[in-house]
């Protein structure tokens, strides 16, 4: 609690730093609102004395109706026929003494009058003189706060507090105390009744006055009070100045009503102690001159309602468009009025990324891939044969999809196809990427490269093949090398990653488990080598594995040629898909020998060549496992040492084309420390074969 009082030689009641505030008490009227709508809505008004209080300033100019009083200093400057600067202070008698002067009253003077005042007690005694009279330090004067405050007490202020600073130094009123009516009282008379929401609206302060020692300031309890709520920027319990106030009074508190509050409705729960059984009763009231009139009363519940967002004429284009937006309706409008022409199918966008292709691009930079990714991205194809009308049945409150063949619709206009739509209609236009389309509907592109008459990119029809692309092309030329042709499929790229990373997931696996079983069967006494072997092959496993890691599938597919092949009508009919690439090589006069070979430089190519004499060229090297070496044929397929049968000699003798790689694999020996590394991975070719890796990648297994 506050002093009673200044303490003897103090000048304040209060220290310079005040209390802290104790936690602000919830009302019950909150709490019943609380529980009537589940969220806490704040008293309006109190937070304006929630920041810190500071005392009342001092150094300001003096007003020219202040009151001098006991405790008041004034400063007196004399010059002429006597020279003097003076201060004196007012003593309790209202009196100040002057040199030569003498002692006379000066309480009860307004500051206006001081200097005339100064004067004539002067010039009784000095004649021929200037004079100038100002105050300095002014006196402190007690006050006392009680009711309902948030901090009743006595509290010493300046002389020029009002009863609006003071309640900003005292804390202003508790949650229970009024905002409406606090009451100034002196010598027992009420002086002035403030209402603070004229300030806090209004800015209205009329009411305000200024302190004189032992004012009384009463915060009476808090007046009725109703609950705004609902579509209104500032959701608040507002006190009432009265027992009854029109709804339109209440709402310029909060400001006005906002474009987003509809009219048509709003809700008040009111309180009737009458009914005992069902005290609490709903109205419904319009937001018009008869609403806006009606009263509102303590206790009320006062929720107003957003707006409907439903749109009386509009219809929503949405999806694959250039301007996704709601159009107005006209009577008898169908979905080629809101799709008037093509071009409105074509997003914006479009014309965003064209602009930026020559931005970052040097002069003659623009690859063959830039230019296919360019052409499949650039543009959002359009779904011509579907689109849907969406519309809701206010008999059924259920959506209904009206599809539609947009072509149709937009540009043929077919009464079938082109809707008459209605308000509130939605249509919405997809993509070939939204909803798959056949292929052959579709843009679809294939690069075609090498010896070729006109290689490039070229945009396939429906069931064109690999062999009608190359006569569109121009044929082969005639250093093409059609048995090394290479045929490469995206999708099959990605399922042979999804294969390799199968197989190296089982090969980890395999090879954790086979090396905890060496160390598992390894004597005590063997303890020593047995961690060096483990740690032997922990390297080698990670090292071969960061090998397989970096393999990367191109999507090639095996076209199973033979070497002999010399025309592009020999080739497979294979049918093409988007973004299919076709590389037919000039025949490169190499064999390449890879893996466990001293030699893995390219061998000269010369017909009727085989095996045996390249192996030979090659040089095997001491690991060569020679019961696994397999041909990677230039076409893609391979050829494994068992495919010649039981006789090595056969495979030996088999005839290399231009192009041929042979993989020669290190040798495995089950009983060595690689045991636990090869183990579950026996067959290198197995994984070769399913993947169909280029010959480049393949050279990493064996170094």
């Known amino acids: 609690m506050p002093e009673a009082g200044p303490s003897a030689g103090a000048e304040t009641a209060r220290t310079a730093e005040p209390p802290r505030d104790p936690p602000a008490q919830v009302t019950e009227f909150q709490r019943f609102v609380l529980e009537g709508t589940g969220r806490h809505v704040p008293l309006f008004g109190y937070e304006l004395f929630g920041a810190p209080a500071f005392p009342s300033l001092t150094n300001v100019p003096v007003p020219t109706d202040y009151v001098i009083g006991p405790g008041d200093e004034v400063v007196l400057r004399l010059w002429g026929a006597v020279d003097a600067d003076l201060r004196a202070v007012v003593d309790r008698n209202g009196q100040i003494s002057l040199p030569r002067v003498g002692t006379f009253r000066v309480a009860g003077t307004p500051a206006s009058q001081l200097e005339s005042t100064l004067?004539?007690?002067?010039?009784?005694?000095?004649?021929?003189?200037?004079?100038?009279?100002?105050?300095?330090?002014?006196?402190?004067?007690?006050?006392?706060?009680?009711?309902?405050?948030?901090?009743?007490?006595?509290?010493?202020?300046?002389?020029?507090?009002?009863?609006?600073?003071?309640?900003?130094?005292?804390?202003?009123?508790?949650?229970?105390?009024?905002?409406?009516?606090?009451?100034?009282?002196?010598?027992?008379?009420?002086?002035?009744?403030?209402?603070?929401?004229?300030?806090?609206?209004?800015?209205?302060?009329?009411?305000?006055?200024?302190?004189?020692?032992?004012?009384?300031?009463?915060?009476?309890?808090?007046?009725?009070?109703?609950?705004?709520?609902?579509?209104?920027?500032?959701?608040?319990?507002?006190?009432?100045?009265?027992?009854?106030?029109?709804?339109?009074?209440?709402?310029?508190?909060?400001?006005?009503?906002?474009?987003?509050?509809?009219?048509?409705?709003?809700?008040?729960?009111?309180?009737?102690?009458?009914?005992?059984?069902?005290?609490?009763?709903?109205?419904?009231?319009?937001?018009?001159?008869?609403?806006?009139?009606?009263?509102?009363?303590?206790?009320?519940?006062?929720?107003?309602?957003?707006?409907?967002?439903?749109?009386?004429?509009?219809?929503?284009?949405?999806?694959?468009?250039?301007?996704?937006?709601?159009?107005?309706?006209?009577?008898?409008?169908?979905?080629?009025?809101?799709i008037p022409e093509r071009e409105a199918l074509i997003q914006r966008d479009y014309y965003t990324r064209k602009n930026m292709l020559v931005q970052y691009e040097q002069p003659g930079n623009v690859s063959a891939d830039r230019v296919a990714s360019d052409v499949k991205n650039l543009l959002s194809e359009i779904n011509w044969d579907y689109a849907v009308v969406e519309r809701m049945d206010p008999q059924t409150v259920r959506a209904q999809l009206l599809p539609f063949n947009l072509g149709r619709a937009v540009v043929e206009k077919v009464p079938e196809d082109n809707l008459e739509l209605q308000p509130g209609d939605v249509v919405t236009i997809f993509g070939v990427k939204d909803i798959p389309v056949p292929r052959?509907?579709?843009?679809?592109?294939?690069?075609?490269?090498?010896?070729?008459?006109?290689?490039?990119?070229?945009?396939?029809?429906?069931?064109?093949?690999?062999?009608?692309?190359?006569?569109?092309?121009?044929?082969?030329?005639?250093?093409?090398?059609?048995?090394?042709?290479?045929?490469?499929?995206?999708?099959?790229?990605?399922?042979?990653r999804e294969a390799l990373q199968d197989a190296l997931r089982r090969l980890e696996a395999t090879t954790a488990s086979a090396t905890a079983r060496q160390a598992a069967n390894t004597s005590a006494t063997d303890a020593a080598t047995a961690q060096r072997m483990v740690a032997a092959q922990e390297q080698a496993r990670a090292s071969q594995l960061a090998r397989l890691r970096a393999m990367e599938p191109n999507g090639r597919i095996a076209l199973e040629l033979t070497p002999d092949i010399n025309s592009a009508e020999s080739l497979p009919d294979l049918p093409l898909e988007d973004g299919d690439r076709i590389l037919l090589p000039a025949a490169p006069g190499f064999v390449y020998a890879v893996g466990a070979v001293a030699n893995s430089n390219a061998l000269l190519w010369r017909k009727g060549r085989t095996v045996k004499q390249y192996l030979l060229a090659a040089g095997l090297e001491a690991t060569a496992d020679e019961e696994n070496i397999f041909i990677l044929r230039a076409d893609g397929s391979i050829v494994h040492r068992r495919d010649a049968g039981w006789l090595f000699s056969g495979f030996e003798s088999t005839e290399l084309a231009q192009g041929d790689t042979l993989i020669v694999p290190e040798k495995v020996d089950l009983e060595s420390t690689w045991n636990g590394f090869v183990r579950g991975f026996k067959d290198w070719t197995q994984i070769l074969a399913n993947l169909g890796l280029t010959a480049a990648a393949i050279n990493t297994l064996g170094r």
């Open 119 to 338: 004067r004539a007690q002067v010039a009784k005694v000095f004649k021929n003189f200037e004079l100038s009279a100002s105050l300095g330090q002014l006196r402190a004067i007690q006050i006392f706060v009680v009711g309902q405050a948030k901090k009743p007490g006595a509290y010493t202020v300046s002389s020029l507090t009002t009863l609006l600073g003071a309640l900003f130094e005292v804390g202003g009123p508790a949650n229970t105390g009024t905002l409406r009516a606090i009451q100034l009282r002196r010598d027992g008379r009420l002086v002035t009744t403030l209402d603070l929401y004229k300030f806090i609206v209004d800015g209205d302060k009329s009411a305000d006055s200024r302190l004189l020692p032992g004012d009384v300031i009463v915060i009476p309890s808090a007046g009725p009070r109703v609950a705004l709520l609902g579509s209104i920027d500032s959701p608040a319990i507002y006190e009432l100045g009265s027992e009854q106030e029109p709804l339109s009074r209440l709402l310029s508190y909060n400001g006005s009503l906002r474009a987003l509050t509809s009219l048509h409705k709003v809700l008040v729960e009111r309180i009737n102690p009458a009914e005992p059984t069902a005290p609490r009763a709903v109205q419904e009231r319009a937001l018009d001159a008869a609403g806006l009139a009606a009263n509102v009363r303590d206790g009320d519940m006062v929720t107003l309602f957003k707006i409907s967002p439903q749109f009386s004429n509009a219809v929503t284009l949405r999806g694959n468009v250039a301007t996704p937006l709601r159009y107005a309706y006209k009577p008898g409008m169908r979905v080629s009025d809101l």
């Open 440 to 496: 052959n509907r579709t843009t679809r592109l294939v690069r075609v490269a090498g010896e070729v008459n006109a290689a490039g990119i070229y945009q396939i029809g429906p069931g064109e093949t690999l062999k009608s692309l190359l006569r569109r092309a121009g044929g082969p030329t005639q250093q093409a090398y059609l048995f090394g042709t290479e045929f490469s499929r995206e999708s099959t790229r990605l399922r042979q």
